[in-house]
């Protein structure tokens, strides 16, 4: 299993937001894209889709920018990474969308398969955006 690159880029946008969190009102997409070192048309793509999914608040215009829409310690992992994916679901059989499988009528795992996605987004929910942002070996912001 691994991330996209979107997801991961959101993941590191997103922690050095949480590094600003009460210092700069408002960041801009210019700053992030410099400081972290994704590409500006990326982090526009990744604001539009975390602001869409509440995890920032987004204003436009002089003074505009964004910024969290609550504490770093109450976004997780899971939030962020369903924010850019969807839904967790390690297999496509359990999302309801049409799939291409020959054994789905009769697989013995596929009622399986939700305990195991829960499993996966509830160990993603326990890794907050306030233990992702502080700087290795420095005490987690309260």
Known sequence: M????????AVV????AARHCGGIARLNATLLSEETGVPLPTVQKLVSRLSAAGLIESTRGTGG???LSRPPASISLADIIEAVEGPIALTACVDGAAQDCCIDQTCKVKPHWNAVNGA??????????????QVPNSPVPA
Do not use: E, K, P, Q
């Open 2 to 9: 691994r991330l996209s690159s979107l997801a991961d880029y």
């Open 13 to 16: 946008m997103m922690s050095a």
């Open 65 to 67: 920018g964004f910024r």
């Open 120 to 133: 996966v987004r509830g160990a993603l929910a326990g890794v907050t955006l306030a233990s992702l942002s």
